[in-house]
């Protein structure tokens, strides 16, 4: 039996649609259909098939998705000939916002032909009145968005509809009314999930929420019973797995549909009945390619069947190696993302090597041996991952010295020790925590071992010039051998495509996640109010590394300020570094000192107190002239999982970690009088300060660290599947 497929039929086709088939070619294939085959209703199809009683040239038509044009022309065309055919429905549009991928095509045909800010690093597409830029622009969104977790796929598109520049025109509806009519004209109604998500991506129980709601939609439309499902974009092991069929199964549907080639035979698995989209323009032509799809075998479903339903158990066959210099209890953004992200993995699933001296100043890392006996997960340490930070070298002799005699043997000592671990857990993913200094490592673990690469990009190791001896300049080599990027945020994928030439199709997107278990509401410390002498205060906090992308010079002296119009707020830092000195002159200056404290480092339970404490978060970051900038900023959720407001500055990926008048408030980081105006806002404005917080809180829950652990899982088992292909 042949299963053949369509999607939308136009009577003239779409020119930002590739491929798509119009109404004339269509009823050129259902000529030929009717004259050389017997077209079958789907479910009575499968009933002869499992009986062994198909007719010879046995064929079913089946549509996807939902289209105004199924009413127009499919319909029509169909009954003209008597033929019959199965409508695969996605119920989200019966009553909400268009298919996501024709909200795509009607956004980017409204786009102005330059300035446009695209999401997911397409900052490459600078002129869009070039031939043929359109097309490929919604082709590579599409692609990139299919595999999107749903909430960031609609930002995308919402971040593209807000800047259009003439209306948009989006397609004429398919509501409940088309579904009921065609159940009324005699057509066979299938269900193709609510939001067309590919399972895969999906938790177990969105998953069945996607799965079962779109059949019961449909049969309390039509008043009887949906029997079979499409899955959507339907590669088996790429789109759904064992699990899902699993689900269709005991959710009461008969038969199921993929979108793997072939055709179906007695012996094939009823609930992954292949099928297959003839294109040809002439008989000929047509009768070519459904016979050689006869002679295709459809590809083998061998995904692992996960039981769990969201637990942190799920079996799967990653065993990843992460491989980081900056790792607990070292401080500092990257290093909380890597812990909270081996923490939610599964268990097995991953493990760490990383150094037990800090490169900065060759001393021991303070704690190590506690932090990771307490770890849920394996680590691994050698003394150092990367060179030792040195004054720079008198000479040309002298910087050989340094390479071969400390460069080197440190280099061969982190290979052995990675190798061995590779070798002894049978690693097949290695996790590159830091582009410039150990990608050299990956890939030499690739040659030597065939495992997959994905290397961790933050952002400022792609927007700040940098040099370093070996690897320095060699950004793009290492970019373009891995086989995935992780970009924390859509500004760095946009600065992955337009500085490093990375193609868009390379990136995954993952936002830093909060540990929301860890980083929760909570009553002041009457211990730190004691100690700061907060009684009666607005606390205003600001957590980070003293540097100046940071910008605690401009909030101290927003700050100032703030205290000439009230005397009620208190300015607490967190933190050290090289601009701390700078700070304290500028306190010193405007004499704040009693209202200004910089507190230094705290512990990881400190921290957690000291947001508490707050009423409202600072850090109004700022792009450094030499491109130095904030990749995400961890800590903006952080603290909105407080249920703390923040400002953030309107720079790097903190656009995207602040959500401007949701979350917080975005500012000019380099502008003083405009974090001033904000802190005011804010403070003296208890109605917004709670709707920031409420959002805020919100926000956080929802992209906790579970969620980016099953969003990198899913990469390193996509990875690791297109190998196997």
Known sequence: MSVLLFH??????????????????????????????????????????????????????????????????????????????????????????ALWHERIVAAVRALPDRGVSLPYGF???????????????????????????????????????????????????????????????????????????????????QARAEI???????????????????????????????????????????SAVTTSNGVSTRDSDIFQLPRFTPWGISDERIAFQLARNMRTKPTPLTSTIREQADSDDVPTDVRCLLIASTFPPIHGGSAVVYDNLCQFMPRGSIRVLTAKKNYLNNGPVEGWEQHDAAATYPIDRTDFLRPRVLPPPANVLMSAGRLLFQDFPLYAKALIAAARIVRTHDINVVCVGELVTGSWLGIAL????????????????ITTVTGGRLSGNKRKDYLQAADKIVAVSSFTCDALTSMMDVKPESIVLIQNGVDTDRFTPGPRNPALIEKHGLAGKKVVITVGRMVARKGVDKAVLAMGQILRHRQDVHYLVLGDGELRPEVERIIAAEGLGEHVTLVGKVSDSELVDYLRLSDLFLMPNRTMPDGDTEGFGLVFREANACRKPVIGGRAGGVVEAVQDNESGLLVDGNNVDDIAAAIARILDDQALAERLSVNGLKLALDNNTAAVARQFLKTCERVLGESNR
């Not at 930002?16 to 209703?41: C, K, Q, S, W, Y």
């Not at 959507?232 to 699993?246: I, K």
């Not at 690739?446 to 952002?459: F, S, T």
């Open 8 to 97: 939308k039929i136009p009577t003239v086709a779409d020119p930002l649609t590739t491929g798509e088939m119009d109404l004339a070619r269509f009823e050129h294939i259902l000529d030929f259909l009717a004259d050389n085959a017997n077209v079958l209703p789907l479910p009575e199809a499968t009933a002869a098939l499992q009986a062994g009683k198909l007719p010879k040239r046995a064929m079913a038509l089946t549509f996807d998705d939902g289209y105004a044009e199924w009413i127009d022309n499919v319909s029509p065309a169909l009954r003209r000939r008597n033929l019959p055919g199965t409508f695969f429905v996605t119920t989200g549009q019966l009553s909400g916002s």
């Open 123 to 205: 900052g490459n597409y600078t002129d869009l009145s070039l031939p043929g830029s359109r097309l490929r622009l919604v082709e590579e969104l599409q692609e990139r968005l299919k595999y999107a977790p749903l909430s960031e796929r609609v930002g995308a598109i919402e971040v593209l509809e807000g800047q259009a520049r003439s209306a948009i025109a989006l397609p004429a509806p398919f509501d409940t009314e088309s579904v009921r009519t065609l159940h009324n004209q005699g057509f066979d109604i299938g269900a193709h999930t609510v939001h067309h998500p590919i399972l895969n991506e999906c938790t177990r129980a």
């Open 212 to 254: 079962g709601d779109s059949k019961d939609e449909l049969e309390a439309i039509i008043g009887g019973r949906v029997h079979s499902f499409a899955y959507p974009n339907g590669r088996p092991n790429e789109d759904y797995g064992r699990e899902h069929v699993a689900m269709v199964k005991a959710l009461g549907y008969t």
């Open 446 to 461: 690739r040659k030597l071992y065939k495992v997959k690469v994905i290397v961790y990009v933050h952002g400022e190791e």
